[in-house]
Structure formats: C-alpha cells, structure tokens
C-alpha cells in the first residue's frame, strides 16, 4: 500500500469517527433526540461537496483553461454523465431504508445486520468488475461480518422479524451495489485513442456528476417523504446549531476520502476501514462520553486480525488468480481499462432504479 492510500483511510476512519462521536453527543445533549432536520442536513452534506467539486475544477485544475471553456467541457459531458444515476439513486434508496429500517428495529441489531454488505461487497465484486475472490478471502469477509456481529451481539434483538431482515438485507444489497458500481465508475479507463482520452473524467468531474444525481435523488426524497422542509427550508436550516457545521464538514470530507479509497483501492477496503471506525468510536466513546467497553470488542479486533491476514494473503495456489485487496486497483484496472462509459447502456438498462 502505498503512502498515499494511507492517508486517504486515516482521514476515512478519522472523519466518520469524529462524525458519530459528534452526532451522538448532541443527542445526548437533547434527551436522545436530534435537534436538527437529518435530511436537511444530508442535503446540505451533498451541496457541499458538490460546491467543493465545483471550486477545484474550476479554479484549481488546469488553470491555463478559460472559465468558459471548462463550463463548455463539463455541460458537454452530461450524456456521459447519466452512469452516475445509478450509484446515486442507490446510496439514495440506502438513506430512505436506514430511516425505515430504525423503527422496525433496535440501533443495534441495525447495526449488527446492515453489516452484511460486506458479503454483498464481496459478490458485486466478482459481478460487476469481474475481480475473483479466492476461498481464503470469502473465509475473511466471513470472519469480519462475525466479527462486527460480535461486537454487537450483547445488544441485538433475537425477535426481530422477518420483514425488518429482508429490508436491512436489501439495504446492505443498496449500498454495496453502489459502492461497487461507482468504483467501477472511478477506475475506468478510456481506450488510448484521440477522441477517448479527450473525454476522459477526471477524479473531481466523475464527484460533480455523482453528486449532482445524488441532490436530484434527494429532492426527490424530499418531495415524497419530507415535504415540511422543501415547503419552509428556512425552517429546517433554523434548526441547525453550532453541532451542524462539524457534522457538515466532516460527512463531507469523508465523502471526497471514499471517492479516493474508491479509485485508487476497492470497496472491500472501505469495509476494513469501516470496522477501524466503528472501534475508533467504541474507544472515544468510552473516554469522552461515559460509554461501556466490553470484552467483546478485544475479540473481536482479534477476529479480524487473522480477517486480514486471510483476505490479503491468499493461498499458494490462490496466489496467482486471486487479487490482494490493497493491490485490487492494479487488477480490476486492467479489467476495466478496455471498457468504455458508452458500453455501458445495456447494464443501466435493466436495473430498477
């Protein structure tokens, strides 16, 4: 792994930690309740990000270009763009279900089964990208969902019923759908010809679309589910206080470090980096909000211990097929160097947005 990538994780797990530590703090400070509008702030995350998008491409990036001609570059490309739909329309789908999901279950048996998508990871993987798994990795993915589960088990529900399972399964299937699909997204490559590599998105053009279909998405939402806000958003932002602007900047930094894990490693590296997270916050917790630490969590960081070792030492025989998660780029890369955005039509057309 090179020096780069580790610091693209530490800012992941540093900024999703110092996210939760913050939104749990201020319900604390609110009997439980949150005393902000969640979507408005999420619609606020995502304008963000857009807006910082915006700010590199045009005043960072190739500076020798015209205003004008980037704005014609960037408006020429929306028929490329409509790949980002679908990722987009995913993660959305994936939000409305946590907000769903929350009231047919406790938090943490949410927790312990929205886990499952790094089984879901896993398999869009070998889907989507084409990038084999050997037995010892799937061994790994297995372990480390156990190991999540382990953590949590103490607080799980064991009445929870079969509808809240299905729609916490197809939530985890929504968000690692998308992850994979805007990693491939991220990683391909044009072909070497003239006319390729003059429509070629860069890293910050691939996040203005991917965030601009993520807004519609959410207005959309919005409409449906939350109309209060899109009729009086006065009223929502009136609502944000001093905690807000934390949780704005470190949800949206957190956003741009996934897109950089995504290009430059793969999803299944997210989740390793997801698991960090989640003892980072059990151990910050324990010092500066008053939390328990059990012995639970000693297991499991063990577990996924020997998780890594399985996932990114694969077998002898394994060795030359199966792909290392940290080297992951270098081998879906070359899958997905000779394929074209354009090729793609057919596979957004069957999918049920």
């Not at 939000?95 to 998508?117: D, E, M, S």
């Amino acid at each position: 792994m090179q020096p780069l990538h580790i610091v693209y994780l530490l800012v992941y797990i540093a900024t999703g930690s110092a996210q939760s530590l913050v939104i749990r703090k201020s319900s604390q400070d609110n009997n439980g309740k949150q005393p902000y509008e969640p979507v408005a702030v999420t619609f606020a995350v995502e304008l963000s990000k857009l807006m910082l998008s915006l700010s590199i491409i045009f005043f960072v990036q190739n500076r020798e270009q015209s205003f004008r001609s980037k704005l014609q570059s960037l408006t020429s490309r929306w028929d490329t763009a409509k790949h980002f739909a679908v990722p987009a329309a995913s993660y959305c789908i994936f939000n409305a279900l946590a907000f769903y999901n929350l009231r047919l279950v406790t938090p943490p048996t949410y927790r312990l089964l929205i886990n499952l998508k790094v089984l879901f990871s896993g398999l869009m993987l070998q889907l989507l990208i084409k990038t084999r798994l050997s037995k010892r990795q799937w061994l790994g993915l297995c372990l480390l969902v156990t190991a999540c589960g382990v953590e949590q088990w103490d607080s799980f529900d064991v009445h929870t019923g079969f509808l809240a399972i299905v729609s916490i399964c197809f939530q985890a299937f929504c968000s690692s759908f998308a992850g994979v699909y805007f990693q491939l997204l991220l990683q391909i490559r044009p072909q070497a010809t003239a006319v390729a590599a003059t429509s070629e998105l860069g890293l910050w053009e691939k996040n203005f679309f991917m965030y601009c279909w993520t807004l519609f998405f959410n207005l959309f939402y919005l409409a449906f589910f939350a109309p209060h806000v899109l009729a009086n958003p006065a009223a929502a932002v009136a609502t944000f206080d001093a905690q807000v602007l934390p949780i704005i900047f470190l949800m949206g930094v957190g956003g741009v470090s996934t897109s950089l894990i995504l290009r430059d490693m793969d999803v299944i590296v997210k989740e390793y980096a997801n698991f960090a997270e989640m003892m980072c916050v059990v151990v910050c917790s324990y010092f500066f909000l008053g939390s328990a630490v059990h012995s639970s969590l000693f297991v499991a960081v063990s577990m996924v211990s020997v998780s890594l070792y399985l996932y990114n030492v694969p077998a002898a025989e394994d060795r030359a097929a199966a792909p290392v998660a940290y080297t992951a780029v270098a081998t879906t890369g070359m899958d997905a160097k000779d394929i074209e955005m354009d090729t793609m039509d057919h596979d957004n057309d069957g999918l049920d947005k």
